[in-house]
């Protein structure tokens, strides 16, 4: 069975410019999670979804960060315009209801 | 204001040896406990969790131990393994089925 699948692995970018992180979940979790992970930190929950429905996303600076997962399926996280202190690494789970978390690998973001 | 700590951020053991790592938390109403462990480059991968029903489980060389009164949970790794060298995070669930995480403990298993 498949894992967590996240794209990029690693983006660098100028500040001010955007940028999307794509998410596949494990097939049949209709919990995804994107999680935030400083250097050095725990991860930090940005945003929950159950199916398409977003049902915390308190943490998530909506000023610049938006997500997205239309058909309850895969999920997009977007940036627009990154900062420096964004950078990052953006984690990606998913579960069955509110089961074990499985992680994909990240996607680490660079903002020069 | 970390609801949840882990106060080393790393520990060095021998192998074969014992392996402790602690967590500590501020909320009561935390009943969930998890231990993720993380290689470089690598996502977290659950490890072991305990409910808050309970103050011992145990999985192989792994076990978790749960002091409610002392808002206290331990990660006992029993022999200890190069293997098993990673950072561990220690994370709480509220009743809105949110995890909270600590921010991990680096641990170097040498041979």
């Known amino acids: 069975e498949a894992g967590v699948v996240q794209s990029p692995r690693y983006k660098i970018i100028e500040k001010k410019q955007p940028v999307a992180f794509w998410c596949n979940p494990i097939s049949g979790h209709n919990t995804l999670y994107w999680y935030l992970q400083n250097l050095g930190q725990g991860p930090e929950l940005l945003i929950r979804?159950?199916?398409?429905?977003?049902?915390?996303d308190s943490q998530l600076p909506k000023d610049r960060f938006s997500a997205e997962r239309l058909k309850g399926v895969d999920s997009t996280l977007k940036i627009q315009p990154a900062e420096l202190g964004d950078s990052a690494v953006y984690l990606c789970a998913s579960s069955l209801e509110y089961g074990e978390l499985f992680f994909g690998e990240g996607s680490r973001l660079t903002v020069l | 204001d970390q609801q949840v700590k882990q106060n080393s951020p790393s520990l060095s053991v021998q192998e074969g040896r014992i392996s402790i790592l602690n967590c500590d938390y501020t909320n009561s109403m935390f009943d969930y406990f998890l231990w993720y462990k993380k290689y470089p480059a690598e996502g977290p991968t659950f490890l072991i969790s305990i409910s808050s029903i309970k103050d011992k489980n145990e999985d192989g060389r792994f076990t978790v131990f749960l002091n409610k009164s002392a808002k206290h949970l331990s990660l006992h790794i029993v022999p200890s393994q190069p293997g098993d060298s990673a950072v561990y995070f220690c994370?709480?669930?509220?009743?809105?089925?949110?995890?909270?995480f600590g921010s991990g403990t680096r641990l170097l298993v040498r041979p």
């Open positions: 994370a709480a669930q509220d009743s809105s089925y949110k995890l909270i």
């Open positions: 979804y159950e199916n398409e429905e977003a049902v915390d």
